[in-house]
DNA sequence: CTTGCTACTTAGAACCATTCCAATTTGTTC
DNA sequence: GAACAAATTGGAATGGTTCTAAGTAGCAAG
């Protein structure tokens, strides 16, 4: 079984064509854009970025491509509180930890274990298809 | 110790006057409908429910006072995706499932154990001041 | 090729939860 | 009961996101 949880650019063609959709320039650059700088940016942020290959290419196509990439589970979109949803390429399941200071968002590996203990306190009846966990607090940068 | 975790209306005035600020109506009624029935609501549903009591009251105020409340610590706000804030009453630490079916929300109980262990999985330098844990997924109806 | 089909992109309008603003109203204090 | 501060109000503004209608691009027969 291929557990593959980061996939490469390369990927992406192949994902689009298992749903029947086709691979484009503004796709394409839109991932490269958000596997290249992982720091979970909005989507003003990524069409910022993407700009620098694609001048032309509008707010509404940066929106679509995100939705698509999340809907082929090549991204996660991420939110805190109401502030604008962020993409993520960790696949793996974790958490998130969101620094007031900065405003910039760590993703916090999840042991297996910790994840079943978890899903372990839903009472009988529940069925979870998806956990969310975030942390807001101080974080000093790593030394 | 005392570890309140629902006050009573009473207590209300109380908090209000711990900061500083006014018993009104408004902020008396909106407590007490979210008291009342704990369906965690949006401020569009409050001002529904309000209006009941207070015809007059306008939505601005419905959003001040649920703003006040939550920083008296009285009302927790909580977020799910982009969705409407919803406010909740329970002040213990616990998680939520979200039914994507009905849309209802349902507080899940998380021993203190298991939170222990959850803030134990970060890094050194990270110091979070709130979690939060949110399923989402199908819930039965519970027998 | 070229006509037709469908997917995709685009600009701008629309949406909607929330916040802001300026003007009352209310309550409290001297 | 004048004066000051706090709270409420309606309506306008904000801002992320979605919608819409029109245009573009790529592929698939004929």
């Keep these: 079984m ?10 992406l063609a192949q994902r689009l064509a298992d749903s029947g959709l086709r ?16 720091d979970h ?16 290419i509008s707010l509404a196509t940066v929106y679509n491509c995100l939705e698509t990439l999340v809907q082929c589970d090549l991204v996660r ?6 502030a604008p949803t ?13 620094d ?3 405003g910039s968002i760590h993703d916090i590996q999840l ?9 372990a306190v839903l009472p009988a009846g529940y069925d979870a298809k998806s956990l969310q966990i975030t942390f807001r607090g101080k974080a000093q940068p790593a030394a």
Tied chains: 1, 2.
């Design 2 to 11: 291929s557990t593959m949880t980061t996939a490469s650019p390369d990927a």
């Design 23 to 38: 691979s484009t320039p503004q796709r394409e650059v839109i991932y490269d854009v958000i596997l290249r700088k992982r």
């Design 77 to 82: 979109a991420v939110n805190f509180e109401r």
């Design 86 to 98: 962020r993409y993520c390429p960790n696949l793996h399941p974790h958490a998130h930890f969101h």
């Design 111 to 119: 042991p297996a274990e910790l994840l079943e203990k978890i899903s």
């Design 41 to 56: 940016p909005t989507a003003d942020e990524v069409y910022a970025r993407v700009r620098a290959d694609l001048p032309s």
């Design 100 to 102: 007031e200071q900065s």
